[in-house]
């Protein structure tokens, strides 16, 4: 069996972002102490029918994790690391945000533990800044870049492209300049319009219009040209880093590992026997406290998935890597082998088209398929 790799969902953030539909909440008061119990009591119901499994990796994420308290973190590494079985090289992963209330608690949350930071940067101009409703400056953005790469032996930031009006020299600008500070980790994403948020509310009534799909595709191309200048490959759609500097939690989600998600809405695919559950914690973050209190833990979803399901998740996520799928990995995991899961017409064509291909007993889209990924697996997959 795979290690385990571990998501912990802090859901609050001081403000909500238009473009974001991740379980993020505001609140005038956060609910420190109450969430950092049920967080504990969850994370214990959970070991209690896993057991001391190898931890490969810890990954909070929100929300704003950053707001947390660092003895939360300290609390919940602790925690973790005496339910289960840490590897010596554990990755451990905050999400934090460059204003200066988080930044002043970096070297705090490295001394609870965390050795990977990840920086949600988006941009590096004020004006992307105000447009995409972020609470911080570019010059901040710049500060906690700085004191991030002095503090944490791993630091990723996160920028956002094919804003409104963006293009192709401005992008290779601002990412040159992002470049600059060194990363070993990046991850890019391209904006989308995301249901019942303000900015689908905006493009509704005609306010709010994307750069075109051509423009897109050559925002995307460049940015993979001008982070291969500092080293950087995408090893995922929207990830780039330096070889032996990709995100191992992440890369438990593409390769379908095991990984237990606690925390409101968090998700989780875990082998119980001869199961693989699917499960999924409560939304609300209150509802899903008094859960907790009640029953040690908030989940409301859990259903073991069948061989098919198993499949198509297990191709959905393992095309984005670079890598591919490996096919007796595949066979392994999904319990049929990968010539059941997928159109084989499709496949054919694809392959012939240049957007899939072969690579010693892996299947893996080529960067011309990546970009086309969305189009792509309607087609392929069952």
């Known amino acids: ?33 109450r969430s950092r119990g049920a967080l504990l009591r969850e994370l214990e119901w959970e070991a209690g029918r896993l057991g001391s499994r190898p ?5 909070f994420g929100g929300g704003t994790p950053s707001l947390m308290a660092p003895e939360t973190v300290f609390r919940l590494i602790e925690a973790a690391s005496a339910y289960f079985s840490p590897l010596p090289e554990i990755e451990i992963t905050l999400e934090a945000n460059p204003t200066s209330v988080e930044r002043s608690k970096l070297a705090a949350f490295r001394e609870a533990g965390v050795n990977r930071l990840s920086l949600g940067v988006q941009s590096l101009d004020d004006r992307a800044l105000h447009f ?16 991030a790469r002095e503090i944490f032996p791993r630091v990723s930031f996160d920028l956002i492209y094919a804003r409104p009006g963006q293009d192709l020299s401005g992008w290779r600008a601002e990412l040159a300049a992002a470049l600059s500070f060194g990363p ?21 009534q005609g306010k ?81 406290a008094a859960r907790v209190e009640r029953s040690g833990h908030g989940t409301d979803e859990e259903e073991a998935l069948s061989p098919t399901e198993r499949a198509r998740e297990m191709l959905l996520m393992g095309l984005r890597l670079a890598e591919g799928i490996e096919l007796e990995r595949f066979r392994a995991r999904a319990g049929l082998a990968l010539s059941s899961a997928i159109d084989r017409q499709a496949l054919t064509d694809l392959l012939a088209a240049g957007y899939l291909a072969w690579r010693g007993g892996k299947l893996a889209a080529t960067e011309a398929g990546r970009l086309r990924l969305d189009a792509l697996l309607p087609r392929l997959v069952r």
């Open 1 to 33: 069996m795979d290690p385990l790799a571990l998501y912990i969902h802090w859901p609050f953030c001081l403000a909500k972002c238009p473009y974001c539909d991740f379980n993020s909440h505001v609140r005038e008061q956060i609910p420190e102490q």
């Open 55 to 59: 931890l490969a990796s810890i990954f």
């Open 132 to 147: 995409l409703g972020r609470l911080h400056s570019a010059a901040e953005a710049r500060a906690a870049l700085t004191a």
């Open 184 to 204: 070993d980790h990046l991850s890019l994403y391209q904006l989308t319009i995301e249901p019942a948020t303000p900015f689908a509310a905006l493009s509704a």
């Open 208 to 288: 709010l219009a994307l750069p075109p799909a051509e423009t897109a595709a050559l925002l995307y191309e460049a940015t993979a040209e001008e982070a291969a200048k500092h080293g950087l490959l995408p090893y995922e759609i929207s990830n780039y880093a330096r070889p032996g500097a990709e995100c191992r939690h992440n890369l438990a989600y593409w390769r379908y590992a095991d990984y237990a998600g606690i925390g409101p809405g968090a998700h989780g695919r875990v082998t119980i026997g001869d199961s693989l559950l699917a499960t999924r914690r409560r939304r609300a973050p209150e509802a899903w």
